[in-house]
Every structure is written in C-alpha cells, then in structure tokens.
Nanobody, 126 residues
Framework: EVQLVESGGGLVQAGGSLRLSCAAS????????IGWFRQAPGKEREGVAC????????YYRDSVKGRFTISRDNAKNTVYLQMNSLKPEDTAVYYC???????????????????WGQGTQVTVSS
C-alpha cells in the first residue's frame, strides 16, 4: 500500500522557517517523482516544487524560488521542503504527492500525481 505522510507544519512568524517532511512507503521510492503542493482556503491546489528522485532534478514555482528548497534522502524514503523567509501568503495546507508513471522530468501539474498525503497546515503570521 502506497503511503505518504507529511509532517513539520506549524505556526511561524513572517520571515521564519519551517522544514516539511514527506515519508513514503509502499513503492520503489528512488524511481519516482515527488511533489509538494499547497492549498489555501478558497483557492485551488497549486504546485510548489517537485524533485525527480532518480537524478535529483528540481522545479519550483516562481513565488518560492530562492526561499524554498526541495531535497530527498533516498535511504530514508523521505523528501523535505525547507521553507525560509516565509510570508503570510505561504499560509496553506501543504501536501506531498507521488507521480509513479516513470516520467523523467517533474512537473507540478496535479493531474500527473496519483498518490497524495493527508496534508500538514502551515500558518505564517504577519
């Protein structure tokens, strides 16, 4: 059974940092793409970053470039999202997801992800 479990969310002041973790099980972790997404109240889910597990290539949405870093530890079957210089507009529920189709290049289009975690709340106060 494929499982993705996020952790590390919380309440932080603007300018602060958080590190989210996504622990994966039930599939061959080092072959597939993992993405981070977020959904704020009343808004659509949007892609934040993704990483191709096989070669580590990454992609970020423009609004988080230079502030967020996605990384993975294949030995621990875990992907991280280091979030620095957080802004109130980063407030959302953050989800990790797996694209197990074997694509070479990651994308944050939600349609390509077939397994999702339950989400973790990130709240940034001004």
């Amino acid at each position: 059974e494929v499982q993705l479990v996020e952790s590390g969310g919380g309440l932080v002041q603007a300018g602060g940092s958080l590190r989210l973790s996504c622990a994966a099980s039930g599939f061959t972790f080092d072959r597939y793409i993992i993405g981070w997404f977020r959904q704020a109240p009343g808004k659509e889910r949007e892609g934040v970053a993704c990483i191709s597990i096989s070669d580590g290539r990454t992609y970020y949405r423009d609004s988080v470039k230079g502030r967020f870093t996605i990384s993975r530890d294949n030995a621990k079957n875990t992907v991280y999202l280091q979030m620095n210089s957080l802004k109130p507009e980063d407030t959302a529920v953050y989800y990790c997801a797996a694209d197990t189709a074997g694509r070479a290049v990651c994308t944050t289009a939600t349609m390509f992800y077939d397994y999702w975690g339950q989400g973790t709340q990130v709240t940034v106060s001004s």
